[in-house]
């Protein structure tokens, strides 16, 4: 088991260094005039004679594998004498949306894109797992016909609708919920240092954090429709996959041996069936992070979240280089990571994968 995860782990820096090379090579074929506003700091644009200028001072005129190393690990500039740091000192570039460092910028809208996220994976994977599992054991049953026809209903609303739907209904027609990550009243309290602290810009963990409960519900009550509006989609699919996953495996010899052997329908379920039929269930697991993050863009546009999906709607209607080229590199190291604890389980579930 040790030898495996040690292989993973030195493949995992391969892969990233990889794909960043790819997304790079995208930045690369953009003309140097248009590249240039990645540097650029402030609110002002250059003038055009500065530009060539900016052009010379960083390189952008350079081939390509010159451009890369100095991207990545930075330069010291044969004119100003100054060190420019790269990407593995931190540096991605300055945000022209945000008017701050890219990964300032990161920073400060990851903490509300995740707690969006958890909010909504907790449903995603104990609703979807378990529903799938129950109707798969109940085939035909009520149970089992309610689920397939909630999960094609669910797959078949876009997001963007279902969100605008449940924004029309509860808030503009009950008042209920939001939008946003709180109210005014709370937000003022938020925004007062004697009353609060920030640990991790995540309102719901800040709140219980600060002791604040009218806060921390305000925040959850906030994140209800978000929250709808990200999973449902996704746990619906997830629900089918786990239904027809747990349908195969309980059609195999190991699980028609068990029940001769008189063993409880209970037991053969959880102990023989259950853990054999997760191995597809975590490979959908791992590509509903890629439908998670397609989907926070229109939820947190919607909703008017300024998470991460905001900050690239904004970034990539606004011409903003390094804010796009910014969250590309946090999706792909994102997407490697998460591929990396997919494989992780898959070697904790299934023996052949960590002895093959």
Request: no cysteine; aromatic share 12%; glycine share 8%.
């Amino acid at each position: 088991m040790l030898s495996y995860i040690i292989r993973r782990l030195l493949v995992v820096p391969v892969i990233a260094f990889i794909l960043i090379l790819i997304v790079f090579a995208l930045f690369y074929s953009l003309p140097p005039a248009v590249k240039v506003y990645a540097f650029l700091g402030g609110d002002k644009p250059p003038r055009i004679s500065e530009i060539n200028g900016l052009i010379k001072l960083h390189h952008l005129d350079q081939g390509f594998l010159t451009q890369f190393k100095e991207w990545l690990v930075g330069f010291t500039s044969d004119q100003d004498g100054k060190f420019y740091p790269g990407l593995l000192q931190g540096n991605l570039g300055w945000s022209v949306t945000a008017k701050m460092p890219v990964s300032q910028a990161l920073g400060s809208f990851i903490p509300v894109t995740f707690e969006l996220v958890i909010f909504s994976i907790l449903p995603i994977l104990i609703g979807g797992v378990y529903l799938g599992v129950r109707a798969a054991v109940q085939q035909n049953r009520i149970l089992d016909q309610l689920t397939r026809m909630m999960s094609i209903t669910a797959y078949s609303v876009p997001v963007f609708v279902l969100g605008l739907v449940l924004l029309l209904v509860f808030y503009g027609g009950f008042g209920l919920f939001g939008t946003g990550r709180l109210s005014n009243a709370s937000n003022n309290i938020v925004q007062n240092p004697a009353l609060w602290h920030s640990y991790t810009n995540m309102y719901s963990i800040d709140a219980l954090l600060n002791g604040n409960w009218d806060v921390f519900w305000d925040a959850v009550l906030h994140l209800i429709l978000p929250m709808i509006t990200l999973s449902f989609v996704n746990w619906a699919l997830l629900v089918r996959i786990t239904r027809s996953s747990m349908l195969n495996t309980l059609k195999e010899d190991y699980v028609n041996t068990a029940r001769a052997k008189g063993l409880k329908e209970k037991f053969v379920i959880n102990k023989h069936a259950f853990r054999n039929a997760l191995i597809p269930v975590i490979t959908i697991s791992t590509l509903l992070i890629g439908g998670l993050l397609s989907g926070l863009v229109i939820t947190e546009t919607v909703f008017g979240i300024r998470g991460v999906g905001l900050y690239f709607q904004k970034a990539a209607t606004g011409l903003d280089i390094a804010g796009v080229l910014g969250f590309t590199i946090f999706v792909t190291i994102l997407w490697v990571l998460t591929n990396l604890v997919a494989d992780l389980m898959y070697a904790f579930v299934d023996p052949r994968v960590r002895l093959g």
